[in-house]
């Protein structure tokens, strides 16, 4: 099983921002990470970097399978910025 972390504490203020029906099924699909961090609608955007999408909003995050780790780098509405400094989200 996998840990869920957080990059930044930035993400969770974006949360707070999020509609609370949004904001529950962003929790369990993140919840569900724990068990499969690559599920078969997640799109690999960079090596070991996916976002999966639940309805406008998009969840990006790093798998680190040594460490058995997810870390959230960004849940945004999609938008021109959303996929805007993937790099820079895990530094």
Known sequence: MYRIEAARSRIKRELKRIPEMNRTRIAAAVAELRNQPRPPDAIQLEPNVYRIRIGDYRIIYKVYDEDQLVLIGRVARRGEDTYK???????
């Open 85 to 91: 400094g993937i790099g820079s989200l895990f530094d």
